[in-house]
Each structure stands twice: as structure tokens, then as C-alpha cells.
């Protein structure tokens, strides 16, 4: 297959002459080592049996190969990250180690963090940007800088396009598959991290059909901060006998291991008058489609309105996974901009933000998912809020859409639908 660059791609361009090591982490799947792999002289996978064995027996190996060497799967054989990291110490002369994992290391095992030696990546599902079905228009990188863009463009996507994206999935090697092919592979991957990926990581699954339903009902969570009482209520419904806490809180820390929950941390920001926020994450799975096929909804089922939802968020089960795929998307090009996101609720629910770019105390972006074609003054009053709080810090305001046209508002508010946004 031919590659196709990712916007990580240019993160990995600037980082790595300068750089000695470098690690990708992210779920499987979504594209670590293809991405490796164009830059790798020496390949070493240690999910492969053999080539693990290889490494226990001689790990002086990757010190001596040519650079850069890429070690994939390095958390299957911990101590290859603390050669790294004293073979970095010894020399750190730029582009000689790629690694990368898709997990963290099991709880207990013990590694020196790698900070100042090994520099680590998050790699998510393909952006909006990277599916290559629009030109985006409008940076979320300019935004953040504060330079005066002019926002225009247009797009004939329309709102059965997103919903077939949030169904297709941001996995490469899922995506492209026929549609029965794909719904099976969806399954597969989901039944693996069950069956699978976490007994291999260090979790004891003794009822897989409990873990698979809380799985299920933190995906009808989505795009909210409900409770985890309120998931776990939902996951048992009738049952007078429910999983300890402590349970749960191994299924959250192991399925966050594996990057399967990749949830959204409540944003409080920095000598700032605004008081009595929230500080619960928002839920959000690594990819929208995973969330479809755990809850058992198909395309018409989301175009209908239909569809589970556990606590307080958009309108619909549609307008839910069209929040998620806007975060995943958001969160690539914030990465890439060297920024982070969270999001915004007052404990009184009178004010609510979808999404809050920043990088330091100056730079914000606060952003508004709708699932709808433009944005009307009940759309933008949150956003206005914060400006009016915050001032010249909130360097831009953005409604992100399903409509056709990008614009901005006489109040200043950026309208933007989802596939004319980018980097």
C-alpha cells in the first residue's frame, strides 16, 4: 500500500534530527507503524516471539544496529525503554531510536520515566483533514496564534457524509474495507482488547461480558461527564449485584493503558476570575465507530434520532459521535500546534464549552460542536461569555458544523464545518 503522510508526519520531521528518541503511543491500529516504518533503518517487532527472544538474549543489539532503529511493541519487554534510555544518555546525537507502543507499561513494572532522553508522541485515528475528503480552509493553528485569517470555504459534504465517517472509523485499516468486512473487523478489535489485549497487558479478566458491558455504556456516555455510577447503572441494569469499585476503576485504568479511552480533562485556567467549574473529564472512546458498534446502532438509526445516551450532551446519539469526531480531529491538529484541550462546564450547568484549545495563559481557542449547517446567537452565547471573562486571552471563538459554508459571524465567531478545519 502506498503511505500517505499523516499530520504527525511533521512533528516527526522536526523533532527527529534534534532528537535521539522518540516514542509513538496510541491504541492499535491507528497507524504507529506504517508511520515508523518510513523512517526506520533496523526494525525490531517484539510481538513477534522470535524477534523478542532475540532482544532478551542480547538487548546490546539496538545500540549497534543502524539509526534509526525502531523497536515496536517496546512495553511487551520493558527494559528495552531503559537501554534507550542510557544508550541516549551515552550519546544523543538526533534520529536514533523510534519506539513505539500500544500500551502503557503493566502497574508495577518498574522503568525510569525517560524524561530529558525519550520525547513521547500520542498518535491518534485519522483526522477529518487526513481522510482526504476536503481541502481544509481554516487553521486551527492560525486561530490559536491570533492572526487575522479571513474564513471562507466551501464543502459539499453533508450530514449523511459525517455519519458514514463516524461509522467508517478513523483506523486506516479498517476504513476503506466494504462495509460487512468492516462492521466484522470493528467487532474483532473490540472482542481482541476483551480477550486479549488486556490479559496480555496485565489485567485479569474474570467476566469478560460485565467488562464488555460497562465498555458499552461508557460508548453511550459519550461526549458527557457522567458519573461513572451512572455508567456502571447503566451497565447493570436489574442487577443487585454490581461490580466492586474497585473493579471499575481497573477497567477505566487498564482500558486508559491501551488507549482506548482517550477521555477529555475539565480545563480551569490560570489566574483567571471564573469560579465554581467542573473538574470532570468528558468521556470519549478513541473512535466514534467503536462507540456505534458497542451500542448497536447503524446509519439509520443515527439519521432517525435513535441511540443510547447516559448523561447530559447534544441533542441526539448523532449529534454525541459527531462531538467525539470533532474532538479526535481537534485533538490531532492541537498536538501539531503543540497545544492542549479541554473542555468547560460551570457546576451550575448555566455555562457549557465543547472544547477549550490552549497553549500557555495567552493562547486559547474555545470551540462549539453542533450538528447542524450554521450557528445561530443561542449557538454562540457560551463562547461570547468566555471572551467577555477572559478577554484577549481567548485569541478566537469557533462553532464547528455539517453546513456547507465556512464564515464569521458580525460578533467575531468563526462558523467552520468540520471538513474545512485543519491543522
Known amino acids: 500500500m502506498v503511505y500517505t503522510r499523516r499530520i504527525l508526519d511533521q512533528t516527526l520531521d522536526d523533532l527527529m534530527p534534534g532528537l535521539a528518541a522518540i516514542a509513538l503511543e496510541g491504541a492499535k491500529g491507528v497507524g504507529k507503524t506504517a508511520t515508523a516504518l518510513q523512517r526506520a533503518s533496523t526494525v525490531y517487532s517484539l510481538d513477534d516471539p522470535f524477534e523478542r527472544t532475540t532482544i532478551e538474549a542480547d538487548l546490546s543489539l539496538i ?41 502503557d507499561v503493566a502497574p508495577g513494572t ?32 492560525a486561530l490559536l496564534e491570533g492572526r ?64 464488555r458491558a460497562w465498555l458499552a455504556a461508557y460508548g453511550a456516555a459519550t461526549a458527557t461527564d457522567a458519573s461513572y455510577t451512572a455508567i456502571l447503572d447503566a451497565a447493570t441494569p436489574g442487577e443487585a449485584e454490581k461490580p466492586a469499585r474497585q473493579t471499575i476503576a481497573s477497567y477505566r485504568e487498564h482500558l486508559s493503558r ?9 480545563w480551569v485556567p490560570v489566574l483567571a476570575p471564573l469560579r465554581r467549574l467542573t473538574k470532570s473529564s468528558k468521556h470519549f472512546l478513541v473512535d466514534t465507530a467503536l462507540a456505534a458498534r458497542l451500542t448497536g446502532v447503524d446509519r439509520d438509526d443515527l439519521l432517525h434520532g435513535k441511540g443510547p445516551r447516559i448523561g447530559a450532551g447534544a441533542d441526539t446519539w448523532l449529534g454525541s459521535l459527531f462531538e467525539s469526531l470533532a474532538a479526535q480531529s481537534v485533538r490531532v491538529y492541537a498536538d501539531a500546534a503543540q497545544a492542549s484541550v479541554g ?30 449547517g450554521a450557528a445561530d446567537d443561542r449557538d454562540v452565547r457560551h463562547l461570547n461569555w468566555l471572551k467577555d471573562q477572559l478577554g484577549d486571552r481567548i485569541t478566537d471563538r469557533l462553532v464547528i458544523t455539517t453546513g456547507r459554508f465556512a464564515y464569521r459571524r458580525p460578533d467575531g465567531v468563526a462558523v467552520v464545518p468540520l471538513a474545512l478545519l485543519g491543522p
Open 63 to 103: 545500540e549497534h544496529a543502524p539509526a534509526p532503529v525502531f523497536i515496536d511493541e517496546w512495553q511487551l519487554y520493558p527494559p528495552v525503554w531503559d537501554r534507550v534510555r542510557r544508550a541516549v544518555d551515552a550519546d544523543n546525537s538526533g534520529g536514533r531510536f523510534l519506539l513505539a507502543g500500544s500500551a
Open 110 to 141: 518498574r522503568i525510569h520515566s525517560g524524561a530529558g532522553r525519550i520525547v513521547s508522541l500520542v498518535m491518534r485515528p485519522l483526522s477529518f483533514a487526513e481522510r482526504g475528503l476536503a481541502e481544509p480552509t481554516v487553521s486551527l493553528s
Open 148 to 211: 487575522e485569517q479571513r474564513i471562507s470555504g466551501e464543502t459539499s459534504l453533508t450530514l449523511a457524509d459525517y455519519t458514514e465517517e463516524i461509522l467508517r472509523s478513523g483506523f486506516p485499516g479498517i476504513r476503506d474495507l466494504p462495509e460487512r468486512l468492516r462492521v466484522q473487523q470493528l467487532d474483532s478489535y473490540l472482542t481482541r482488547i476483551v480477550d486479549h489485549e488486556l490479559p496480555e497487558n496485565g489485567m485479569l479478566v474474570r467476566h469478560p461480558a460485565a467488562l
Open 258 to 266: 491501551i488507549f482506548v479511552l482517550d477521555p477529555i480533562e475539565a
Open 343 to 372: 473542555h468547560l462546564r460551570t457546576k451550575n450547568t448555566e455555562h457549557e464549552i465543547d472544547l477549550i484549545v490552549y497553549r500557555g495563559m495567552q493562547r486559547t481557542v474555545a470551540i462549539e460542536v453542533k450538528l447542524k
